[in-house]
């Protein structure tokens, strides 16, 4: 266990009881969403993937069946288990049975690798690592071996057992976990109070860190979430992005439509060629995605021929968000779509703002929305926490009913990352409009976002000074056309520079997710610096300004 024994920071006593008066937290585990779903309409689809089909009873048997399950192989209440599966239907299956346990799924995504797998397998202690056979073209069962031969994770995950969907080679089969008897043992419920799962931070230090939500405090966003978006039992939602992501999940995600009794329709990608069809197939009538795919959309659907033209007509809602969407961008999405336009400014650690249906369309363009709920406190502040004057430029702070008072086992950096009185520091500059409504106009902490990706510089940078010939190193973001940014790494060399190849496959065999490999590598003799001596990373950046780049 952690130090001290504890995990995360809980609210205080007095904002949990108000939070409680105020109907926010029901003392309800996130697993009954689908068993309430399931006790009132059995027999409606609930999950659609590929050619398999899932209703509603179907999916609380097979949840019940896999929770005991992995109860008979030592996984318990509280236990994390890494969960690194793309968008596959036994995603959802494991997540609602982990949940139903109470074992805590730490939401990995299908982009890292070793590095980052070994870091949450050894940083949560966790007792099992599940992952999809090949996906993509990776063999996931090759990263395992790497993991389970990393020596933090032997000494701090001793017995990690690794489930496999799919071919299980030498591991456990994802199909022989299933509790086969007749009457599987029923479990008694987690608290609501209790940690859910753990969800990564988009992070601007050197390790990623992990966000512990409770079902209470993700519950009441969810329920929210799915209010707000007008969701149904008619709702069919598309989950293109990666479905562990915060904003697929929960804004409302899949979870806010099995809430509402609706069908979840996963993609295997995000690629017009594979979702129109599917939308036209399934009827879709939402989705969400972030930007640059937003934008790559619109063109496939401005490009339809009349001889081969999808139906997307079913489709009434389009959320975009995890990056800033430009507003020409946004004007197009009714006329090349012919769908309505949802902004969504969301964050793992809580806060989740959208636009309304009944806004202006001035106000849906042009910001990102107003926050989900009345006790969502939001402050806008300078560099010395003072609130700035309405309508300006600030630091963006936040703390309310689903916002976390501190990551997980990181008490040092929370002293840093969450003011005295429990507001979170987003890293996020902003404005807010009298109506509420916030424009995101820029980014304190020391990030770059990569169409969404979020990129922590520092621990790009502490992988780049591992490199013998390097001797300093500073990663900054570059506009970029599509992407909005991509990340560019200056590096002092230690002697003569080596070639630009040479440091992104050393990033890679580092076990670096692809995305935070630096797209542009530039030599220099030397870094600008500040008035106390650190590295000037905005005169760094300064450089693109003047021509922005591309790269394909
Ligand atoms: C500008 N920046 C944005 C937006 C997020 C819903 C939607 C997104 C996320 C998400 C999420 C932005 N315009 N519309 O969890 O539930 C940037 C901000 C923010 C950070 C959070 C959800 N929407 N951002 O993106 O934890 O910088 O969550 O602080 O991945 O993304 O990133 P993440």
Redo the contacts with the bound molecule.
């Keep these: 266990l952690h130090a001290d024994g504890v995990d995360f920071t809980p609210w205080p006593e007095a904002f949990a009881q108000r939070y409680r008066d105020a109907g926010y937290w029901r003392g309800e585990a996130l697993g009954q969403i689908l068993q309430h779903s399931a006790a009132r309409d059995p027999l409606r689809v609930a999950l659609v993937c590929g050619e398999r089909r899932w209703t509603y009873a179907m999916l609380d048997e097979e949840v019940g069946r896999l929770a005991s399950g992995l109860r008979q192989r030592g996984i318990a209440q509280g236990d994390r288990v890494v969960l690194q599966l793309p968008n596959i239907g036994e995603f959802v299956l494991l997540c609602f049975a982990l949940f139903r346990l109470g074992a805590l799924p730490v939401f990995a995504l299908p982009a890292h690798r070793r590095s980052e797998i070994a870091y949450f397998c050894s940083f949560t202690n966790a007792k099992a690592y599940v992952i999809a056979d090949v996906h993509g073209g990776f063999d996931y069962r090759t990263l395992a071996r790497d993991v389970l031969a990393d020596d933090g994770v032997k000494s701090a995950a001793p017995d990690l057992r690794v489930i496999v969907v799919g071919d299980a080679a030498e591991f456990i089969a994802f199909d022989e976990v299933r509790d086969n008897d007749e009457a599987p043992t029923p479990l008694a419920p987690p608290a609501a109070s209790a940690l859910a799962f753990l969800q990564l ?2 992070g601007s230090t050197g390790r990623p860190k992990l966000i512990p939500r409770t079902h209470d405090d993700y519950f009441y966003s969810v329920r929210a979430s799915a209010e707000i978006c007008g969701l149904s039992e008619n709702s069919v939602y598309l989950c293109a992005l990666p479905v562990a ?3 697929p999940m ?2 409302p995600g899949i979870l806010g439509v099995f809430h509402a009794g609706g069908t979840v329709v996963l993609a295997p990608n995000p690629s017009p060629d594979t979702v129109f069809p599917l939308i036209e197939r399934e009827g879709v009538t939402l989705t969400s995605l972030v930007p640059p795919l937003a934008m790559i959309w619109m063109e496939a659907a401005a490009a339809q021929t009349a001889a081969k033209r999808y139906d997307l007509s079913t489709l009434e809602l389009l959320q ?6 430009s507003d020409e961008a946004a004007q197009r999405v009714r006329p090349l779509l012919g769908c309505t336009l949802q ?7 809580g806060l ?1 703002n959208y636009t309304r249906f009944d806004d202006p369309e001035q106000l849906v363009v042009s910001t ?1 929305g107003r926050p989900i709920s009345q006790d969502d406190e939001v402050r806008v502040v300078d560099d010395d926490d003072n609130d700035v004057a309405p309508g300006e430029l600030g630091h963006l702070l936040t703390r309310g009913p689903y916002t976390i008072r501190g990551y997980y086992r990181a008490d040092v950096h929370n002293a840093r990352a969450f003011t005295r009185d429990g507001f979170y520091r ?3 500059l902003v404005r807010q409009l009298p109506s509420g409504h916030l424009i ?1 106009d820029g ?1 304190a ?1 020391d ?1 770059i ?1 990569r169409g ?1 990706d ?1 990129v922590a510089a520092e621990e790009v940078e502490n992988h780049l000074l591992a490199h013998p010939a390097v001797l300093d190193a500073a990663v900054v973001a570059m506009p970029d056309a599509y992407l909005g940014e991509r990340s560019c790494a200056f590096i002092v060399p230690r002697g003569d520079a080596p070639r630009a190849m040479e440091i992104s496959r050393f990033m890679r065999e580092r076990g670096l997710a692809q995305y935070k490999v630096p797209d542009r590598i530039e030599f220099v003799a030397s870094f600008p610096k500040t008035g106390v001596g650190k590295i000037d990373k905005r005169a760094l950046r300064e450089r693109f300004v003047a021509q922005p780049t591309t790269i394909p």
Excluded: P, W, Y
């Design positions: 931070s988009g992501h915060n904003f929960s804004s975009v968000g995890g990056s800033r969407l902004q969504v400014f969301g964050m793992a650690e989740v990102q987003t890293g996020d995101v980014r902490k990030q976002n969404g979020k």
